[in-house]
């Protein structure tokens, strides 16, 4: 991403796309709010008024998850039978790029350490969640499905946690699969349902050439995607 229109939200991309670029190749405690500026051709004024530099790390993550659901969306469209589907895929496609590039995974640990996650990516993954509640007609009531989604962020975190420390720090399908469905399962979607839409998953994958994405990309084009 080389040049930007002259715009608000020109200059906040910019922003965006310099700092991930540089908490990439240098860590995001050597990058500082100054050197972000330096690199985007812009004050540090500017930079402050758009972001604290935490505050960067949330959102970068937040476009990346609005770019695979794009992403998703533009090669397989209605081919994904239902959100459940999309959740699996999604965090397939989430984990394999983020445990692919270690200073994307570097970058990650620290917003789950941080706990710098967005109001809105928590909106989001609520909304989606509740989507595939719908979809499998379950009842259950809002409080139960707010425990749900906390046992699932639980589980999410213990096993990222535990796959981050080991010494290959290897990721599997099944292992993001298992993730996805923690949720359903507690909710009372059988074993059977939930691997009849994983297979259906595992047939989707082929059409998904997984070089085309990467969490260095600009997340807000899909225009050089095949």
């Known amino acids: 991403m080389d040049t930007y229109k002259n715009t608000d939200e020109g200059q906040r991309e910019n922003i965006l796309y310099t700092a991930k670029a540089l908490f990439l190749e240098l860590g995001y405690r050597k990058t500082t709010i100054a050197l972000i500026a330096e690199k985007a051709g812009v004050s540090v004024g500017l930079v402050n008024y758009y ?3 935490e505050e960067i790390v949330g959102q970068i993550f937040h476009d990346f998850i609005l770019y695979i659901r794009r992403f998703l969306n533009k090669k397989l ?17 989430f984990f394999i790029k983020i445990f692919e590039a270690p200073a994307a995974s570097e970058l990650y640990s ?16 609520r909304s989606s969640m509740s989507a595939i509640i719908l979809e499998f007609d379950l009842d259950i009531q809002p409080k139960m499905f707010r ?3 906390i046992a699932e962020y639980g589980a999410r975190k213990a096993l990222y946690q ?20 923690i949720s359903v399962r507690l909710a009372g979607v059988t074993p059977e349902i939930v ?9 989707l994958m082929r059409y998904i050439d997984l ?13 050089e995607v095949p």
């Open 51 to 53: 972001f604290k530099k």
């Open 77 to 93: 469209g209605f081919m994904i039978e239902n959100q459940f589907q999309m959740h699996i895929l999604f965090n397939r496609i």
């Open 110 to 125: 620290l917003l789950r350490e941080k706990e710098l996650y967005l109001d809105a990516t928590h909106d989001y993954i």
């Open 147 to 149: 425990r749900l989604t």
């Open 162 to 181: 535990d796959i981050y420390n080991s010494p290959n720090k290897e990721i599997s399908i099944e292992f993001t699969d298992f993730l996805s469905t």
């Open 195 to 203: 691997d009849e839409n994983i297979k259906h998953c595992n047939k």
């Open 211 to 223: 070089d085309n994405i990467h969490f260095e990309d600009d997340f807000h084009s899909l225009d």
